[in-house]
């Protein structure tokens, strides 16, 4: 029954990233991964990936709205920055990484009442993972990039 949850989700996948952007293809990617890694049964995964969407769009959008803004505005102001406006954008960097860091804990008390402790920690791993192969990946198709510029 978990393979063909597996195969169900990846042919899914497989269909519709061919009308995604990008950022759609990522996602689905991580999915599939997180799903294989964790091992979900169906019935998990049913509880599951709710919890997880809604954790995944809170990050997001807090990383997004926030925490990019901070630091594009530091990195912007860096050389005119006064000590009160460093102070402030500051603590506003810190109150958005609370808020990750509070997101992160509501996950894990939320996913306690629907998966292991042990797969929790496999969720972590994965994505941990996942990152990686990512950030791996986009430096190999830049480094080709380059390289196909190079006479």
Known sequence: MKHK??????????VSSF?????????AL??????????????????FWPIYNTYDKNTSKIKHE????????IRQNMGTLSDAKAN????????????????????ASKLRKVISAKK???LKVAEE????KM????????????NKNKP
Do not use: C, H, W
């Open 66 to 73: 926030e925490v990019y803004k901070i630091r594009q505005e």
């Open 30 to 47: 991580k999915i599939a991964f997180i799903t294989e890694k964790l091992n979900l049964t169906e019935a998990e995964a049913e509880k």
């Open 120 to 122: 929790i920690i496999l």
């Open 129 to 132: 993972e996942f990152n990686r």
């Open 19 to 27: 009308a995604q952007p990008k950022q759609g293809k990522i996602r």
């Open 88 to 107: 402030e954008l500051l603590d506003r960097l810190i109150e958005a990484e609370n808020n990750l860091s509070n997101e992160k804990i509501k996950l």
């Open 135 to 146: 950030l791996e990946r986009m430096k190999n198709m830049r480094q080709k990039r380059m």
């Open 5 to 14: 949850l597996l195969y169900i989700i990846i042919l899914l996948i497989s």
